[in-house]
């Protein structure tokens, strides 16, 4: 099983407008829906929206002096066993973290020492841990241990 997070920004019932951020650490997928909320709160200063989008953020902060707040904490308990999701409607806008365990939206790096992992849209054909070529999942060795 190889567990992964989607975070998406997109308009309610609309596809995203760019490729959504990918990562397979549960933390970093946090932390990118932080970014979006706040950047999004931020291009819209001063609207009740934005206000709502910067409270949204302040609850998923996971800085190391925030590690042990309760929303930090009971959005990662689900998201690290592969459970759940996360999503948060600001007026049009929706913020999502996808918990997704599909194969085919990932390269993969062969080495099973190394095992990382990359999106689809990278356009570095080179693992970034140690550099040899990613490969699509059903050429990977060690999905099938």
Known sequence: KVT??????SNAGCLPEAEPYLTDDPGLALDMLVQLLTSWGE???????????????ELYRTSP????????????????AGQGGICHAVGL????????????????????????????????PWCWCCGKPYVPWDACPWLSD
Not at 43 to 57: F, K, M, N, P, V
Not at 99 to 117: F, H, M, T
């Open 4 to 9: 992964h997070y989607h975070v998406i920004e």
């Open 93 to 124: 806008r929706e913020f999502e973290i996808q918990v997704c365990q599909e194969r085919d939206c990932l390269k993969y790096c062969p080495d099973g020492g190394c095992r990382a992992i990359t999106s689809l849209a990278d356009t570095d």
């Open 43 to 57: 291009a819209e200063a001063g609207d009740q929206e934005a206000r709502q989008a910067a409270a949204i953020a």
């Open 65 to 80: 002096e925030d590690a042990g707040r309760a929303g930090t904490a009971d959005a990662l308990a689900p998201l690290s």
